[in-house]
């Protein structure tokens, strides 16, 4: 599939300045539409939490203070975003126009988060998220796992510092799995279009069950010329060696199935996905 509606969730100018400009370098590599999102918190969303014995007036003052503080944050986040698309003469638009290039819209909706990504997220082709940092809320892990477990959608996780270019050389993370065939197949124009594509075959004490130069061959037939790489590692540390052998081969996007294992087995040992949505240094494009 191409990925030419991008939607690109921002919480705060200082937690998404380098997603924006890593989404741009997606759209202008994939002549995208991107839709850019606000979501402010509804204070009618605290009422639940507030603890108990707090009378009317504490929960009315905590209700403002959320309100007020959402304004000035989004306020805020509107102003990276004007100055985002005027500093680079991109067009402000919400309907296709093949003469303009990339085009970008603003958008900003009232509620949690996750749970507005979640249903809207189904509406485009590809939904781009910020990696989550250590000791910050923002980006949210929860929105990240809301856009890739509830959207059906692909997502293009973006790391703390953008980087230069992406998709031009792309790595293909390939463990035989279902969800690494499915991210494979939505990514198939972006691997068209790629100038590079290395298929990191991992070799395991116990073999695949498929053979990677399979899916060499079979790519062929959409026009892709990928190359085999091949390393020894251990099913334990796929997570790191992914990493390094994409940085080693040069790739700047790494294409993963995303929770080959069960996301309770990743949660109690530790896993791959994990691992790379925390120290991925290049963006990765998950799909389950």
Not at 77 to 93: C, G, I, K, P, Y
Request: aromatic share 4%.
């Amino acid at each position: 599939m191409s990925f030419k509606t991008i939607l690109v969730p921002v919480s705060s100018p200082e937690a998404s300045r380098s997603t924006l400009d890593t989404a741009l370098l997606a759209a202008n590599r994939w002549k995208s539409h991107l839709e850019v999102m606000h979501v402010r918190p509804d204070p009618r969303g605290l009422v639940p939490y507030t603890g108990e014995g707090m009378d009317g007036s504490m929960i009315e003052e905590i209700m403002d203070v959320t309100e007020r503080e959402g304004r000035e944050r989004a306020l805020e986040t509107r102003q990276m975003f004007e100055e985002f698309w005027a500093n680079r003469s991109l067009t402000v638009s919400d309907k296709p126009s093949p003469d303009a290039g990339v085009t970008v819209s603003w958008c900003e909706e009232a509620g949690r988060e996750d749970e507005i990504v979640a249903l809207r997220g189904r509406l485009y082709d590809l939904i781009v998220v910020g990696r989550p940092v250590p000791d910050s809320p923002l980006p949210s892990p929860i929105t990240l796992e809301a856009a890739l477990h509830d959207t059906g959608r692909p997502i293009l996780v973006t790391p703390p510092q953008a980087p230069s270019k992406t998709g031009e050389h792309i790595a293909i993370a390939w463990e035989a799995s279902p969800e690494a065939a499915r991210t494979i197949a939505v990514s198939i124009q972006a691997l068209v279009e790629a100038e590079t594509v290395t298929i990191l075959a991992p070799t395991l004490a116990q073999p695949l069950p498929l053979d990677p130069q399979e899916l060499v061959e079979r790519l062929v037939w959409h026009g892709v010329d990928a190359k085999l790489h091949s390393f020894d590692a251990q099913a334990s540390e796929l997570g790191p060696a992914f990493l390094s052998q994409a940085s080693e081969v040069g790739a700047d996007l790494l294409v993963k199935g995303a929770y080959s294992q069960s996301r309770l087995r990743q949660m109690v040992l530790g896993g791959r996905t994990r691992h790379i949505l925390a120290h991925t240094t290049i963006p990765v494009l998950l799909a389950k």
